[in-house]
């Protein structure tokens, strides 16, 4: 009766066992069906998300919107090729910008910044126009420890402040060397029409006060004279008493660290006084395309400086491809972009990841970059080594409505006219 009993009582054990055994696996699947067929997955990512903020309003509108037809471009080419390649997720993803308008404001551009990280949650982020706004842009991708290359900011002091994850993504360099060839040049003149005396204009921000400090440097290495130096504020529309007190001081060149608004208002100052110096010399405005549209024959004789001549095979498909999609020359600034996101690319498809700190050690590393400027060393960029010397810019001159490469003579395309005619001679 025992063993009977003993028998009965193991087989409701086992039958219990078992039992247990059933609802469990019956829980695991129900789970896991639940899990596979019943949740919402999160869609696959498709895209690298980047934020930036340009100028498509204020006073660096045409630089910017320049700037952003270089970028767009290349977003164009990466995605027609079906992305960039990140092996960690073991495919590629198509590119796309999450653009604001900072209003050529820098602190507009900070807070939009911090939207673009907070709110949109973009993979990574790229430095907006003019180094006034980098400036107030650095301090947001420090503190958020995001990689922000930057290609439209040359002020040497956005690369001097110590911050880690902001580094120059460019390749003539800083802002103080712009004008380098362009004094060089100046200096060896035959004597009999060298002229002696400079007047340096700028607006009172980051890049024109660095075009600025780099022309009293090279002032003063060539044996120039600076007779008058002035800062204006930006948004300053007026510069016939800026002009006037130049040429009273007795100068005889012009050196100018401007954007297009001002480089324009200066020129036309000079008209409307009917002074005529030997040289005049302006940033960004006369490196830009629209400066002849805009300025027409008042514009001629002015030089500049671009880091771009499509001299490599890379610059000029870009140059080649820009002209037939957008109907007009690309400036520097478009190169710059193009080239910037060319770096980019290179960068996450050799790390195989959007790790931010993953990707800056890989800049920083002095790996060489294919660009449309040849190639590129970022990671000496931290100290400037690099940057300053030798002197990568091209003087550019506006001679009949156009602009051409006059120095240095290897890439010449005309030979620079000085001194520069009279406003009477020209007709005006």
Request: proline share 6%.
């Amino acid at each position: 009766m025992r063993k009977l009993l003993y028998s009965k009582n193991a087989i409701a054990k086992t039958q219990a066992i078992i039992i247990a055994a059933i609802i469990i696996i019956a829980v695991i699947a129900g789970a896991a069906y639940y899990y596979f067929f019943m949740i919402p997955k999160a869609p696959a990512k498709e895209y690298i998300v980047i934020g930036r903020t340009l100028a498509f309003t204020g006073k660096y509108s045409k630089p910017a919107l320049m700037a952003r037809k270089g970028w767009d471009l290349w977003m164009e080419d990466v995605n027609a090729k079906g992305g960039i390649y990140v092996k960690e997720l073991g495919r590629r993803l198509k590119v796309k910008t999450i653009y604001y308008d900072d209003e050529s404001d820098p602190s507009t551009a900070a807070e939009l910044y911090r939207k673009l990280i907070e709110v949109d949650k973009v993979d990574l982020i790229v430095g907006p126009y003019a180094s006034s706004v980098n400036y107030a842009v650095q301090p947001i991708a420090e503190s958020y420890k995001m990689i922000m290359p930057i290609c439209e900011g040359t002020s040497t002091k956005l690369y001097t402040r110590g911050f880690k994850y902001s580094f120059m993504c460019g390749a003539g360099g800083v802002a103080s060397h712009y004008h380098y060839r362009f004094f060089e040049w100046l200096s060896k003149l035959p004597s009999d029409i060298r002229p002696k005396k400079i007047a340096i204009l700028a607006e009172d921000t980051a890049f024109p006060r660095s075009v600025a400090e780099g022309a009293k440097e090279f002032a003063a290495e060539f044996g120039f004279e600076v007779v008058y130096e002035e800062y204006y504020p930006k948004g300053t529309t007026d510069f016939v008493p800026i002009v006037t007190k130049a040429r009273d001081a007795g100068a005889e060149v012009l050196v100018c660290g401007t954007y297009f608004p001002d480089a324009a208002g200066i020129v036309r100052a000079c008209k409307e006084i009917g002074w005529a110096p030997k040289a005049i010399f302006c940033t960004v405005g006369p490196a830009l395309p629209e400066w002849g549209t805009e300025l027409g024959s008042d514009g001629d004789y002015v030089f500049s400086a671009t880091d771009f001549v499509p001299i490599t095979p890379e610059g000029k498909e870009f140059y080649e491809k820009f002209k037939k999609k957008y109907g007009i020359e690309p400036s520097y600034h478009a190169a710059r972009d193009y080239s910037m996101g060319m770096m980019l690319q290179q960068a996450i498809e050799a790390v195989g990841s959007l790790d931010q700190d993953k990707l800056l050690e890989y800049f920083m590393s002095g790996v060489k970059f294919k660009t449309l400027f040849g190639e590129i060393t970022i990671g000496s960029y931290r100290d400037l080594k690099g940057i300053t010397w030798p002197p990568s810019y091209y003087i550019v001159q506006w001679q009949n409505g156009k602009m051409v490469v006059v120095l240095p003579e290897d890439y010449a395309q005309a030979k620079p006219i000085f001194p520069m005619p009279s406003w009477e001679e020209r007709g005006g």
